[in-house]
């Protein structure tokens, strides 16, 4: 059992920064593919990044590549994503995630266990 919490969100202008934590619970934090996912009002939830187990193999979507950057610190048991020049359109409940299996697997639904999210918001 692995248990997500993420912080580090809340009200940012446009252009301004952001970074989100995802503290494990768990021994086996270092066994999971983590990835950060995000739901805007209205949407559908959509993969952002993803980090394989050993932080070599990053995915990110096409809509933060150069803005956004996902690390892990397995010693740490924490994965961050660190969010650079904002648009409004971030605006959304990010969630952390973390799967057994891999990259792809992970962003297409393979989610064994979700944090409870926290809230960015980005004016203009």
């Known amino acids: 059992q692995v248990q997500l919490v993420e912080s580090g969100g809340g009200l940012v202008q446009a252009g301004g920064s952001l970074r989100l934590s995802c503290a494990a619970s768990?021994?086996?934090?270092?066994?999971?593919?983590m990835g950060w996912f995000r739901q805007a009002p209205g949407k559908e939830r959509e993969c952002v990044a993803t980090?394989?187990?050993?932080?070599?193999?990053?995915y990110y979507a096409d809509s933060v590549k150069g803005r956004f950057t996902i690390s892990r610190d397995n010693a740490k048991n924490t994965v961050y994503l660190q969010m650079n020049s904002l648009k409004p359109e971030d605006t959304a409940v990010y969630y952390c995630a973390a799967g057994g299996g891999g990259s792809y697997q992970l962003r297409t639904g393979g989610v064994d266990y979700w944090g409870k999210g926290t809230l960015v918001t980005v004016s203009s």
């Open positions: 980090i394989s187990t050993s932080g070599g193999n990053i």
């Open positions: 768990g021994r086996t934090f270092s066994y999971y593919v």
